[in-house]
């Protein structure tokens, strides 16, 4: 199957498997660069409610420009990487600053953009603009790599100038491919590279899977090399994963009339911004949680009483979080200015790192089991007024 015939298989598959998804739904290049670095290492099902509640609440690149530091790390919340946020946030800034609030179409524009690498400029010029930019994620990678058979490890220089090149062939010849096909409205459109460049990552995503792919249903099949060769399992030629590190942290929940001391992660660390309780991180031995509350809040605590236990999950590290509700006077020099005593209500509008939302849902679903809603005289229920 020469290329031709591989273009127009696939485009004939993705005008027929092709899931609906929201941003497929819209040309706005805004739209399309939200859901692109929303998707970078995660999954279509997570980021969908992300996405949706994105657009509401900044539906155009003057409106994210616009919005503080907290909103938008508030609307990422749970989604990690949150550099990403971060550089959208300045690359808005730009875009208003410098293309009167238009998104650039010109790849080089596009590419200077705070944030956005060659394949997210190939994404967004090809899917918004239809212009024949390669892309090369890691589904993309897995399918090329299978299907014209391009040994060596993908992250490697030569290979992955190899991949880079032949994911520009096929985008320009898939810019000479005429092709119809019904979008979601039932028109039909000729947008034959964004499909393309989209019929490859939905191919890796649905059919060319890392483990276990479905050969039999994959509409390329006859010209898979590694299919014909049975080299399915080998390719793409990736390293070993790098080995999972443990890390273990005490976190701590100090409590005075109502309120809970919480403090903001400052910037240029990991989850930088986010909001989280006290905490220091220990080796895997044993530990006094009334010296470490010493040592993190400057108190001896009258008591130090096990809470919940938190597992959370970051790139190759695999963290457990031992939460403490403490009691006792805190002293003022223990205050930094990241510091603040916080009402449950005021520290639900916050964005917290992951790990630390888990321990404030905790006490939030504690506190409701503690003071059920009142009835009313007509049987109905109050709403819950406590702090938490």
């Given at each position: 199957m020469d290329k031709k015939r591989l273009i127009r298989a696939l485009l004939k598959w993705f005008g027929?498997?092709?899931?609906?998804?929201?941003?497929?739904?819209?040309?706005?290049?805004?739209?399309?660069?939200?859901?692109e670095v929303m998707l970078q290492q995660t999954q279509v099902k997570t980021v969908l409610p992300y996405w949706e509640r994105w657009m509401r609440a900044l539906p155009s690149i003057e409106a994210l420009a616009k919005a503080r530091a907290q909103t938008i790390h508030k609307l990422w919340e749970g989604l990690g990487y949150y550099t990403r946020v971060r550089n959208m946030h300045k690359a808005a800034q730009v875009i208003l600053k410098n293309h009167d609030g238009k998104f650039p179409q010109e790849f080089e524009a596009v590419l200077a953009l705070p944030g956005i690498g060659r394949y997210t400029a190939g994404a967004i010029c090809s899917i918004a603009f239809n212009q024949p930019t390669p892309i090369l994620d890691g589904n993309v990678i897995r399918v090329v790599s299978r299907v014209f058979g391009i040994e060596g490890d993908p992250r490697g220089k030569e290979t992955n100038r190899k991949l880079w090149a032949l994911a520009g062939d096929l985008a320009r010849e898939a810019a000479s491919t005429v092709h119809r096909s019904r979008n979601q409205a039932g028109k039909r459109t000729t947008n034959s590279v964004s499909h393309f460049n989209q019929s490859l990552m939905e191919l890796g995503a649905l059919i060319c899977t890392p483990r276990q792919p479905r050969c039999g249903v994959c509409p390329v099949a006859k010209a898979c090399v590694a299919r014909r060769e049975g080299r399915v399992d080998e390719l793409p030629n990736l390293p070993r994963r790098t080995p999972v590190t443990p890390r273990r942290f005490v976190a701590f929940i100090a409590h005075k009339g109502g309120r809970f001391l919480v403090r903001q992660r400052p910037a240029g660390v990991v989850n930088a911004h986010l909001w989280e309780f006290p905490n220091v991180e220990i080796g895997p031995n044993g530990f006094d949680a009334k010296r470490l509350a010493l040592t993190v809040l400057g108190m001896n605590p009258k008591a130090a009483a096990p809470f919940c236990v938190i597992k959370h999950s970051i790139t190759r590290y695999r963290i457990t979080v031992e939460a403490f509700r403490v009691s006792g006077t805190i002293p003022r020099r223990n205050g930094?200015?990241?510091?603040?005593?916080?009402?449950?209500?005021?520290?639900?509008?916050?964005?917290?790192?992951?790990?630390?939302?888990?321990?404030?849902?905790?006490?939030?679903s504690q506190s409701s089991k503690k003071n059920p809603p009142a009835r009313n005289r007509a049987g109905g229920s109050l709403k819950n007024q406590g702090t938490i």
């Open positions: 027929e498997a092709a899931r609906d998804l929201p941003w497929r739904r819209t040309g706005d290049p805004y739209a399309i660069w939200v859901s930094s200015p990241q510091s603040r005593w916080m009402h449950g209500s005021q520290m639900h509008r916050l964005p917290f790192a992951s790990a630390h939302r888990k321990i404030l849902d905790r006490l939030r």
